[in-house]
C-alpha cells in the first residue's frame, strides 16, 4: 500500500511538474581583465530528463569587456541567431536537463578591466514548439505564417490579443530596438511582416500600435528619417514610408527580404509575428513554467545593495520608492536623495546609492597578493568543528600590527572574510577560519601559488596588513506616491473585519495584557493589533482600531 | 508600515512578538558588511492594524505548511462567503441621496464598510442615516473623497441582517440633472461573527 502511495504520488507531481526550478550560485567577485573564471553553479531541477528544454545565459548590462563562455556544449543545439562556441554576453540553446547542467557547470567569465556588476541569468523551460525565446527581453514570439493564416493588419492585431501564452495575453508584435529587429528577422521565416506600428490616425503620424509601448510616437512624417523620433527605433527602407495612395497606413518589417521596414495598405495579406511579454527585464518574467534565477556577481570591488521587499498579495508594489539613508551622528539622513522606484516583484537596487566611504572600526584586515615565498600554512579541514587552522608567519606582520588584532583576512579568491585568533609565538600567528563549507582550491585562479605537502597546504602569498575600517549604517526609507493616496491604501488595509477580530480576539482573552485569546494564528497580529505600541494588545489598542474605523 | 528584516519576520511567534514590536518604521536599517560586496536583503512589509494580515507579507513557515494542507484537501460542504450589497443613487428635490442596502445571505454578519467615492467638485457630504437592528457602532466619516460609511457589532452578540440600510445625502454645489457618474462604491469589507473576511458582492 505504502508502496502504491509513493507511486501515486511521484506520477502526480511528474504529471503537473513540481519542484522544477533554477537555482544559482552565491554572489562572488572576480577578478579584472581576467578569462576564464568560474561561474558555474547554476542547476535546473525537477524537469523530466527527455524533455527537450529551453535555456537561456544571459549577461545584463555587464561591465564593457565582460562575457561569457560555455567550455562544454556537448548534446546542444544553439538557438536561431546563436552560436554554442565562443565569448558572449547571451545564449538561448536547447537540450536535455542533463546536458544543459553539464554546460552550466562549465560556464566561465572573462572580465575587461571596467569593473561593475556582472549579473548573470539563466531561465529554462520546456521548449514550445513554434515559439522563440528572445534572451534580451525575456519574450516570446509566435511567428504567424502559414499561407492560410496570412491576413490583413487589422485582423494581424485583433486576433493576436485573443491569444494566450504561458500565461500572458499577446500582442501583435512591436519592434522597439534593433536587437529585437535583428531577432525577427533572424527567426521568422517569412518577408513583409505585420508589426505594430501605424499611422491610421494621423498620416505621416507613426505610433506603436500594441504592447506595452501602445501609443509610443516613433516619427511625425513619412520619409525614410524625417521626423523620427529621437531615442525611439525606426528602421524604414530608403524612401519609406510613403504613405502612398493615402492608404499605406500599417508597417511591415523584412520588406522584400531585406532588413528593413515598410509601410502598406491594409488589403495586404501578410505574415505576423505575436509577441508575450510586457516587461523589459528578463528576470521580471512572470511567464507560467518557466523558471529563471540569476547572480550579480561583480567584476572588481564593487559594492552593492540590493533588496527584495514582500509587501504580501494585496500592496501594489510599484506605488513604492526607496531611498537610501546613512546613520550619522544619531541622525538619518539620505545619502544621494535619488527615489527608486520599486518594481512590481518588490525589487530595488540602491547600489548606485550607498555612501562607501568607510569610518574606523576595530581591528585589523590582512589582503594577500601572489609571492615567492610560503609564508601562509593551511591545515586540512577539520569537519567535525567546520574550521580550518591556519598559521602565518609572524615576520609578515609589520611593525605596529599585533597579530591579535586581526580580525578579517582575503586569501586570494579562495576566503574572504572573518578569522578567529588563536595564539602566536615567535615564529607563527595562528587562526581559525570557521566555515561550514571546504575551499574550493581547485577553482581557484591561483592554484599555481598553493602547493598540497601532506596534510596541510602551502601558500606562497605576500600579506598587506591594515587597520579595518567599516562602512556606515545604512538604511531603505520607503515612500508612497502622495500622502493623501496613502491615506486612502490605509483606510483600506484597516477595516472592519481587521478591528472586529481584535475586538474578538481581546474578549477571548486577550484582555489582560499579553494573553493569547482564541482567534489570532500569528504573532504579527498582536504586534500589528498592539496599535500604541507599547508591547501590550489590550482594549486601548481596540478602542484606537475602533476610532480609526469611525473616524472619531 | 514596518519593514522587518524577513529572517526575523519569519521568527516572530505568539510568544516573541513583544519584544519586536518597537519598529514602526518605514526606514529599514542594513548593514554593509566588509568583506561582502554583493549584498541582498529580504524584507517583509507590514502594517499596523493590519490584524487580519490581508496587505501583510505571508511568514514563511506557517504559510508553506497551510497551504500544503489546503491542497490537498476536499471540501464537500461549501459555505459562501460572500454577501450582496446594493447600491441606488437618486437626485429629489435638489439633493442627492445613496441608498446602501445589504443582504448577508446566509452569513452571521457583525461588520461592513464602503468607501461610497463622491465627485467632490460637484456634490457636498452632508451625513449619513443609518436603518440598522440592534445596537451597532455605525459609522459615516468624510474623508473629502470619500465617505466611510458601515457598521460593527464589536461583541458579536446581534448580527447585521437584510434591513440594514445606509442614505448617504449630499449636496450638490452645481446644477446637474442627474448623479450618473457622481456616486460609487471603492472598497469594501465586511466580518462575520467568526472573525471571517467577507466579499462583499455589490449589485
Do not use: C
Request: proline share 3%; hydrophobic share 35%; charged share 15%.
Amino acid at each position: 500500500m505504502k508502496n502504491l502511495l509513493v507511486t501515486l504520488l511521484f506520477l502526480l507531481t511528474s504529471f503537473l511538474g513540481f519542484g522544477q526550478s533554477v537555482s544559482a550560485p552565491d554572489s562572488k567577485s572576480f577578478l579584472p581583465s581576467t578569462t576564464g573564471q568560474d561561474a558555474s553553479g547554476f542547476v535546473l531541477t525537477g524537469f523530466s530528463s527527455t524533455e527537450t528544454l529551453l535555456a537561456s545565459i544571459s549577461l545584463l548590462n555587464p561591465p564593457s569587456g565582460t562575457t561569457f563562455v560555455l567550455n562544454t556544449t556537448t548534446g546542444l543545439t544553439a538557438a536561431s541567431g546563436f552560436t554554442l562556441a565562443g565569448n558572449k554576453t547571451r545564449l538561448v540553446v536547447t537540450g536535455t536537463m542533463a546536458n544543459i547542467n553539464t554546460a552550466l557547470a562549465s560556464l566561465k567569465v572573462n572580465t575587461g578591466s571596467v569593473i561593475g556588476n556582472v549579473q548573470l541569468s539563466v531561465a529554462a523551460t520546456v521548449n514550445p514548439v513554434g515559439f522563440f525565446y528572445n534572451g534580451v527581453n525575456g519574450h516570446f514570439y509566435k511567428p504567424i505564417t502559414a499561407t492560410t493564416d496570412r491576413t490583413t493588419y487589422t485582423n494581424a492585431r485583433a486576433r493576436s490579443l485573443l491569444t494566450t501564452f504561458k500565461g500572458q495575453t499577446g500582442y501583435l508584435v512591436t519592434i522597439t530596438s534593433s536587437s529585437e529587429d535583428a531577432f525577427i528577422f533572424a527567426n521568422v521565416p517569412a518577408t513583409n511582416v505585420w508589426f505594430a506600428a501605424t499611422d491610421e490616425v494621423v498620416d505621416g503620424r507613426w505610433v506603436i500600435d500594441a504592447g506595452p509601448e501602445k501609443g509610443t510616437l516613433m516619427k511625425t512624417s513619412n520619409g525614410q528619417l524625417n521626423g523620427n523620433i529621437p531615442g525611439v527605433y525606426n528602421n524604414w527602407a530608403q524612401g519609406e514610408p510613403n504613405g502612398s495612395n493615402g492608404s499605406e497606413n500599417y508597417a511591415v518589417a523584412k520588406w522584400n527580404g531585406a532588413s528593413t521596414w515598410n509601410d502598406l495598405s491594409n488589403n495586404w495579406n501578410n505574415p505576423y509575428v505575436i509577441e508575450y511579454g510586457t516587461w523589459t527585464n528578463p528576470d521580471d518574467a512572470t511567464f507560467t513554467e518557466f523558471y529563471t534565477n540569476s547572480v550579480t556577481h561583480t567584476n572588481g570591488d564593487v559594492l552593492t545593495a540590493r533588496f527584495n521587499i514582500d509587501f504580501g498579495s494585496n500592496v501594489d508594489e510599484t506605488k513604492f520608492t526607496a531611498k537610501a539613508n546613512t546613520f550619522v551622528n544619531n541622525v538619518w539622513g539620505t545619502t544621494t536623495n535619488t527615489s527608486r522606484a520599486i518594481s512590481g516583484l518588490g525589487k530595488v537596487d540602491l547600489t548606485n546609492d550607498l555612501d562607501t566611504v568607510k569610518v574606523n572600526g576595530n581591528g585589523v584586515r590582512g589582503t594577500t597578493t601572489g609571492g615567492q615565498v610560503e609564508w601562509l600554512v593551511v591545515y586540512d579541514y577539520e569537519p567535525q568543528n567546520q574550521r580550518y587552522q591556519l598559521l602565518i608567519d609572524k615576520r609578515e606582520f609589520p611593525q605596529g600590527i599585533s597579530p591579535s588584532n586581526v580580525t578579517s583576512l582575503q586569501l586570494f579568491d579562495v576566503w574572504n572574510g572573518p578569522v578567529t585568533y588563536q595564539w602566536d609565538d615567535g615564529t607563527w600567528a595562528a587562526y581559525y577560519i570557521y566555515t561550514p563549507t571546504e575551499f574550493n582550491f581547485t577553482n581557484s585562479s591561483f592554484t599555481s601559488y598553493i602547493r598540497r605537502a601532506g596534510s596541510f597546504w602551502g601558500w606562497s602569498a605576500e600579506f598587506t596588513f591594515t587597520p579595518n575600517s567599516v562602512f556606515k549604517q545604512h538604511g531603505i526609507d520607503l515612500s508612497y506616491t502622495n500622502q493623501t493616496e496613502l491615506n486612502t491604501l490605509y483606510n483600506s488595509i484597516v477595516t472592519v473585519s481587521d478591528v472586529f477580530l481584535a475586538f474578538k480576539e481581546l474578549s477571548n482573552g486577550g484582555i489582560f495584557g499579553n494573553q493569547s485569546g482564541l482567534e489570532f494564528t500569528s504573532g504579527i497580529q498582536f504586534m500589528n493589533a498592539d496599535v500604541d505600541g507599547n508591547g501590550i494588545f489590550n482594549e486601548s489598542d481596540t478602542y484606537k482600531l475602533l476610532q480609526h474605523l469611525t473616524g472619531v | 508600515m514596518k519593514l522587518y528584516g524577513k529572517t526575523e519576520y519569519d521568527a516572530i511567534t505568539k510568544s516573541n512578538w513583544n519584544t519586536k514590536f518597537n519598529s514602526t518604521r518605514s526606514l529599514f536599517p542594513f548593514s554593509l558588511n566588509t568583506g561582502t560586496l554583493n549584498n541582498t536583503y529580504n524584507v517583509s512589509a507590514t502594517w499596523v492594524g493590519d490584524v487580519n494580515l490581508s496587505h501583510s507579507a505571508q511568514q514563511s513557515v506557517s504559510s508553506i505548511a497551510s497551504s500544503s494542507i489546503r491542497s490537498m484537501s476536499l471540501t464537500t460542504n461549501v459555505v459562501s462567503t460572500d454577501i450582496q450589497a446594493s447600491i441606488l443613487t437618486e437626485l429629489v428635490n435638489g439633493k442627492a441621496y445613496a441608498y446602501i442596502s445589504l443582504n448577508p445571505l446566509q452569513n452571521e454578519l457583525v461588520g461592513t464598510q464602503f468607501q461610497l467615492n463622491y465627485d467632490n467638485s460637484v456634490l457636498k457630504f452632508d451625513g449619513v442615516e443609518f436603518k440598522t437592528k440592534g445596537s451597532p457602532t455605525n459609522f459615516g466619516t468624510n474623508k473629502g473623497t470619500y465617505v466611510n460609511v458601515g457598521s460593527l457589532i464589536t461583541d458579536g452578540s446581534n448580527t447585521l441582517d437584510n434591513t440594514t440600510e445606509y442614505r448617504i445625502m449630499f449636496t450638490p454645489t452645481k446644477n446637474i440633472t442627474n448623479v450618473l457618474g457622481l456616486i460609487s462604491v471603492g472598497s469594501t469589507d465586511a466580518v462575520n461573527k467568526d472573525g471571517k473576511q467577507l466579499k462583499v458582492k455589490v449589485n
